[in-house]
């Protein structure tokens, strides 16, 4: 069965054939897929009062040991938020109740970032329905298959400096 990148390739090979425009195969379907993925997510985090990059935040100092505080830093490197998104992201979720700011005691010019309750238990609810979701959109693959794509993307990322 052919999909809208087949058919992108064969306008390719026909219009230059000169070239190998077997990169747009990958790259093609990764996009396209990143497109589809984005908006799944985005659609479960959105039936919690979230969207991606809230998520992120409130799961990463969910998954760091209790009591569950980060510095800013230590956030924004263990997430995948910017740090240029990180203080207005924080301000949000501050203003929510879903996280705290508290004087560094190791640095006083600093802050930790602390979940709240309120946050945890977020977090804990969107979880199972984030997993479904994610479930859901690799349901056309076996575990052997999910764990070879996992592989070969951490592959790629690695060999592109991402850490």
Do not use: Y
């Not at 979940?115 to 977090?123: F, M, N, W």
């Not at 479930?135 to 592959?155: F, I, M, Q, S, V």
């Amino acid at each position: 069965m052919a999909d809208h990148v087949d058919l992108v390739l064969g306008q390719w090979h026909a219009q230059r054939p000169d070239l190998d425009v077997s990169p747009m195969a990958v790259i093609g379907r990764l996009s396209r897929l990143a497109r589809v993925v984005d908006g799944e997510l985005g659609r479960t985090f959105a039936r919690h009062g979230l969207d991606r990059a809230s998520f992120d935040v409130l799961a990463t100092l969910r998954r760091s040991a209790p009591p569950h505080r980060l510095t800013p830093t230590e956030l924004m490197r263990a997430s995948m938020v910017t740090s240029g998104a990180i203080t207005q992201r924080l301000d949000r979720l501050q203003a929510r109740g879903l996280v705290a700011r508290t004087p560094n005691e190791h640095d006083g010019r600093g802050v930790v970032v602390e979940l709240t309750d309120e946050g945890r238990d977020l977090v804990d609810r969107t979880l199972p329905d984030h997993l479904a979701t994610e479930n859901r959109l690799l349901a056309a693959l076996t575990k052997d298959e999910r764990a070879a794509l996992a592989d070969t993307l951490k592959c790629l990322l690695e060999s592109l400096g991402d850490e």
